[in-house]
């Protein structure tokens, strides 16, 4: 079968450094995904990963290791507006994207 | 269009209705996907299309469920005889390509169905 595990909340203050971590549990393995979604409003794309290692962008950055089975969202100089759900989503053999349960991150000021 | 759009937006229904909910996917993408998301949980896979075809319909939950897609564009979600454990968010996806994760999915806006 295939299962994703992330934490269910995460509360940091503004300006701070945050790491989500995912770890999976999948048939077949193409890439790890990570979207954003605000309250009342839909999942954004945030990041893709299909190799292992570090890929940055912004603020951003999201991490994979392959043979870990293990993956992390980074995100740094924390912004009110930053809070919101993040999903880490694989992709497995059948092509289709199975979602984790979300991580609700909560910046304080 | 620009994006994905949805419709309605908000469907409040009894229960044992039908109701059917309609996604129109951005113009071009071959791939298609519709999830569930229930409050406050993670998004649910329910059926993906690839063309007018479905590979995977292994995520509806129950025969009472049913998807089409026309033409290579608009979808419709069909739910028979709905029940209130069927009151949830229906997100709809389209991709350029086959495989989901490889390239971005770009959400709609959403029906929000009550079953009273």
């Known amino acids: 079968g295939q299962s994703l595990e992330q934490p269910s909340e995460v509360t940091a203050v503004e300006g701070a450094i945050v790491q989500i971590n995912c770890t999976y549990q999948?048939?077949?393995?193409?890439?790890l995904s990570w979207y954003q979604q605000h309250d009342g409003g839909a999942p954004t794309f945030l990041s893709y990963?299909?190799?292992?290692g570090l890929e940055e962008t912004g603020r951003f950055s999201s991490f994979l290791s392959r043979s870990d089975s293990y993956g992390y969202l980074l995100l740094q100089e924390l912004q009110m507006k930053d809070s919101a759900s993040y999903f880490c989503a694989v992709t497995g053999n059948t092509g289709k994207l199975i979602f984790g349960q979300g991580t609700t991150l909560q910046v304080k000021p | 269009g620009a994006g994905v759009s949805q419709s309605p937006s908000n469907k409040v229904t009894e229960k044992g209705k039908d109701v059917e909910l309609r996604c129109d996917p951005i113009?071009?993408?071959?791939?298609l996907y519709w999830y569930r998301q229930s409050l406050g949980q993670g998004l649910e896979f329910l059926i993906y299309?690839?063309?007018?075809?479905?590979?995977?319909k292994s995520g509806l939950p129950s025969d009472r469920f049913s998807a089409e897609r026309t033409g290579g564009s608009v979808s419709t979600l069909t739910i028979q005889r709905t029940q209130q454990e069927d009151s949830a968010v229906y997100l709809c996806a389209s991709t350029q390509s086959r495989q989901g994760g490889t390239d971005t999915q770009y959400f709609g806006p959403g029906t929000r169905l009550t079953v009273l």
């Open positions: 299309f690839q063309g007018n075809s479905a590979p995977d």
């Open positions: 113009s071009g993408h071959t791939a």
């Open positions: 999948t048939s077949g393995f193409y890439g």
């Open positions: 990963n299909a190799l292992d």
